[in-house]
């Protein structure tokens, strides 16, 4: 074979959107590429199966473009299997001429604040993969028993919350929430939501749509104070520029919720603005949360919080924190832990002292957990355009390939799924959704994935042997 | 509901729109892109890096541009799809100037 003939093998780490992102833009280059993406469950997608919400079914078509990607010629899927535990960089990086970490912001920040870790304090992250099915948070429990619940943040994954927390559980029925969730859901006795921003109104971090919706949700009643709306002159400056306009509809609709007036409903949602959360109480659980008042300083667009000397009580059962997500340092690779991501420079992977040639990121462990979706494609594109500059350089060495590791895996008994197996995990989980109208019923435990892997592959053989007695 | 391409884009083609939309459903002519309404899943990504602020979630988009909506249906459905980043048109700056970006 020619030199420019033999196949470059590169490892995605991570099958969430940039990770399918950057295996799409290798298999488009012109260059002989195998990409092997490798997953620590045995289902692929991230944070669009795990993450995006459930009364948001539009978004997770999305789904199609990377099934697309998925069989493409070249491509393979090790769900499954967990880098740093399965198998380690190190042993990746022999396999594989490059590497790419794909693997996400799998934390949340802490509010590093006392009482923090009370039952009925919780993560965003815990109770999102709760409902939505994530295998690593099946056996959570949330405590819907009290009337009043916090949450404390006021970006999309705060909005996706109050959703799940103030909407008629009969409107998630025919969504792909989890059935675990929906039978807890449909006793919640919660009936007042607070969300709680450490900034002011024209710092809230929702988009308009997102905001939007929680005007809208039936039986429930949203409210601000308009005390809480008035704006310093630093934030008027922010709302007038034009590439500020998303703040500016905020504004708008926050105005619009103040103005509601209070009328009996099933639930209310509370905006509250410049209060900053200083202690969760209660002895042997969550009683209520400690807020200190704040105040903006700052020139417009750098304005951060300053106590005003004043705190208050909000007497609670539950609170959320959703303030900002964090990756998972990975053994063998650098990890910058006030960002909570991997060093890079233009997506090579480079703490400054140590640069690791032919390693990668993209996505949230590279730039941190902002942007949508699609964010995560042109970051990808710039991470692959590092790697394919880098291309004569790394195919100096050989390299075995995905051959290789499936036999080291094998060897160490780990079971790895590939993308045919997902796809009957896939159909089976749209079958079992069917009888109850839901678009699929998601299997929660890896064990019953593997299981349900077993029942396809068993139907396979035995259908084989069928047809090949028949022929007989 | 959908996402629109609007009068904002002309003689522009940056097309920073494309490279961020998760399901590229941008086409192009030589004067503009369009998105097409079937397959947009409304994600807002394109929003933001569109530096002449030329596409609206259909949900808020000011009444004197609805005309827009059945033209993006229309040259999406005729044209080739976007996949990556254009050169700019030598035009691009002049218009950029033109509408104050
Ligand atoms: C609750 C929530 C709701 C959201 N809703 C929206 C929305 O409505 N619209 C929108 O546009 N965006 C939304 N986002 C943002 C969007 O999900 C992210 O931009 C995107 O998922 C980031 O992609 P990623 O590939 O970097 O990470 P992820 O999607 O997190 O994917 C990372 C993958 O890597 C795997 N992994 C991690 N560690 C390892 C390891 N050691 N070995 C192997 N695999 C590993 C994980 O299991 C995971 O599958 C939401 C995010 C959250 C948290
Ligand atoms: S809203 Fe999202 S899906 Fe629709 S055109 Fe824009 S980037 Fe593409
Ligand atoms: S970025 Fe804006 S102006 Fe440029 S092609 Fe896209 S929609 Fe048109």
Not at chain 1, 194 to 215: D, K, M, N, S, Y
């Given at each position: 074979?020619?030199?420019s003939?033999?196949?470059?093998?590169?490892?995605?780490?991570?099958s969430?959107?940039?990770?399918?992102?950057?295996?799409e833009?290798?298999l488009?280059?012109?260059?002989?590429?195998?990409?092997?993406?490798?997953?620590?469950?045995?289902?692929?997608?991230?944070?669009v199966?795990?993450?995006?919400?459930?009364?948001?079914?539009?978004?997770?078509?999305?789904?199609r473009?990377?099934?697309?990607?998925?069989?493409?010629?070249?491509?393979?899927?090790?769900?499954?299997?967990?880098?740093?535990?399965?198998?380690?960089?190190n042993?990746?990086?022999?396999?594989?001429?490059?590497?790419?970490?794909?693997?996400?912001?799998?934390?949340?920040?802490?509010?590093?604040?006392?009482g923090?870790?009370?039952?009925?304090?919780?993560?965003?992250?815990?109770?999102?993969?709760?409902?939505?099915g994530?295998?690593?948070?099946?056996d959570r429990?949330?405590?819907?028993?009290?009337?009043?619940?916090v949450?404390?943040?006021?970006?999309?994954?705060?909005?996706?919350?109050?959703?799940?927390?103030?909407?008629?559980?009969?409107?998630l029925?025919?969504?792909?929430?989890?059935e675990?969730?929906?039978?807890?859901?449909?006793?919640?006795?919660v009936?007042?939501?607070?969300?709680?921003?450490?900034?002011?109104?024209?710092?809230?971090?929702?988009?308009?749509?997102?905001?939007?919706e929680?005007?809208e949700?039936s039986?429930?009643?949203?409210?601000?104070?308009?005390?809480?709306?008035?704006?310093?002159a630093?934030?008027?400056?922010?709302?007038?520029?034009?590439?500020?306009?998303?703040?500016?509809?905020?504004?708008?609709?926050?105005?619009?919720?103040?103005?509601?007036?209070?009328?009996?409903?099933?639930?209310?949602?509370r905006?509250?603005?410049h209060?900053?959360?200083?202690?969760?109480?209660?002895?042997?659980?969550?009683?209520?949360?400690?807020?200190?008042?704040?105040?903006?300083?700052?020139?417009?667009?750098?304005?951060?919080?300053?106590?005003?000397g004043?705190?208050?009580?909000l007497?609670?059962?539950?609170?959320?924190?959703s303030?900002?997500?964090?990756?998972?340092?990975?053994?063998?690779?650098?990890?910058?832990?006030?960002?909570?991501?991997?060093?890079?420079?233009?997506?090579?992977?480079?703490?400054?002292?140590?640069?690791?040639?032919?390693?990668?990121?993209?996505?949230?462990?590279?730039r941190?957990?902002?942007?949508?979706?699609?964010t995560?494609r042109a970051d990808?594109?710039?991470?692959?355009?590092s790697?394919?500059?880098?291309?004569?350089?790394?195919?100096?060495?050989?390299?075995?390939?995905?051959?290789?590791?499936?036999?080291?895996?094998?060897?160490?008994?780990?079971r790895?799924?590939?993308?045919r197996?997902?796809?009957?995990?896939?159909?089976?989980?749209?079958r079992?959704?069917?009888?109850?109208?839901?678009?699929?019923?998601?299997?929660?435990r890896?064990?019953?994935?593997?299981?349900?892997?077993?029942?396809?592959?068993?139907?396979?053989?035995?259908?084989?042997?069928?047809?090949s007695?028949i022929?007989? | 509901?959908?996402?629109?391409?609007?009068?904002?884009?002309?003689?522009?083609?940056?097309?920073?729109?494309?490279?961020?939309?998760?399901?590229?459903?941008?086409?192009?002519?030589?004067?503009?892109s369009?998105?097409?309404?079937?397959?947009?899943?409304?994600?807002?990504?394109?929003?933001?890096v569109?530096?002449?602020?030329?596409?609206y979630?259909?949900?808020?988009?000011?009444?004197?541009?609805?005309?827009?909506?059945?033209?993006?249906?229309?040259?999406?459905?005729?044209?080739?799809?976007?996949t990556?980043?254009?050169?700019?048109?030598?035009?691009?700056?002049?218009?950029?100037?033109?509408?104050?970006?």
């Amino acid at each position: 074979m020619s030199e420019s003939g033999r196949p470059l093998h590169v490892a995605v780490v991570g099958s969430g959107p940039s990770g399918f992102y950057a295996a799409e833009a290798l298999l488009r280059s012109n260059l002989p590429f195998q990409v092997d993406m490798l997953e620590r469950l045995p289902v692929p997608f991230g944070l669009v199966r795990s993450g995006v919400a459930p009364d948001h079914p539009k978004l997770k078509e999305v789904i199609r473009i990377y099934d697309r990607v998925a069989r493409t010629p070249g491509f393979r899927f090790f769900g499954n299997v967990a880098v740093g535990d399965a198998v380690t960089v190190n042993e990746l990086r022999g396999i594989y001429h490059g590497l790419i970490f794909a693997c996400g912001a799998q934390t949340d920040r802490r509010m590093g604040i006392p009482g923090e870790d009370l039952p009925g304090s919780h993560t965003a992250t815990e109770f999102v993969g709760w409902f939505n099915g994530h295998p690593d948070f099946r056996d959570r429990t949330f405590d819907l028993s009290r009337e009043v619940a916090v949450i404390v943040g006021q970006g999309n994954v705060a909005a996706d919350l109050c959703r799940i927390l103030a909407k008629p559980v009969d409107e998630l029925r025919t969504t792909d929430i989890t059935e675990h969730a929906l039978d807890a859901l449909a006793t919640s006795r919660v009936r007042e939501i607070h969300v709680i921003g450490r900034r002011g109104p024209a710092q809230a971090r929702f988009t308009p749509r997102e905001l939007r919706e929680l005007g809208e949700i039936s039986d429930c009643l949203t409210l601000a104070d308009s005390r809480d709306l008035q704006l310093n002159a630093e934030s008027e400056t922010e709302l007038a520029d034009p590439d500020n306009i998303n703040s500016a509809k905020n504004c708008e609709m926050f105005r619009g919720f103040a103005a509601n007036r209070e009328t009996r409903c099933g639930r209310t949602l509370r905006f509250h603005f410049h209060l900053s959360p200083a202690a969760v109480l209660g002895e042997e659980r969550v009683e209520g949360l400690r807020l200190e008042r704040t105040r903006l300083r700052g020139p417009p667009f750098a304005q951060t919080t300053q106590p005003a000397g004043e705190s208050m009580t909000l007497d609670c059962g539950l609170v959320f924190r959703s303030i900002g997500y964090r990756g998972v340092p990975i053994p063998g690779l650098p990890f910058d832990d006030r960002r909570g991501t991997i060093p890079h420079v233009a997506g090579r992977v480079n703490d400054g002292s140590m640069p690791l040639p032919g390693v990668y990121v993209t996505g949230w462990i590279k730039r941190g957990p902002s942007g949508v979706i699609g964010t995560n494609r042109a970051d990808s594109v710039e991470t692959v355009e590092s790697l394919l500059a880098d291309v004569p350089r790394l195919r100096a060495e050989e390299k075995p390939g995905g051959d290789a590791l499936e036999e080291l895996l094998t060897r160490r008994g780990v079971r790895a799924v590939d993308y045919r197996q997902w796809l009957s995990i896939d159909e089976a989980e749209i079958r079992r959704g069917r009888p109850r109208g839901k678009p699929r019923e998601k299997f929660t435990r890896v064990r019953d994935m593997l299981a349900c892997v077993d029942v396809a592959e068993d139907r396979q053989i035995r259908e084989q042997d069928l047809r090949s007695s028949i022929d007989r | 509901m959908t996402h629109i391409v609007t009068d904002n884009c002309r003689l522009c083609r940056f097309t920073d729109c494309v490279t961020v939309c998760p399901v590229e459903c941008f086409h192009a002519d030589e004067e503009r892109s369009y998105i097409d309404p079937e397959v947009c899943i409304d994600c807002g990504a394109c929003v933001p890096v569109c530096p002449v602020k030329a596409i609206y979630d259909a949900a808020d988009m000011p009444e004197d541009l609805d005309r827009w909506v059945a033209v993006n249906a229309e040259r999406s459905a005729i044209l080739p799809r976007v996949t990556a980043k254009q050169p700019e048109l030598p035009t691009a700056a002049a218009r950029r100037a033109e509408l104050g970006y």
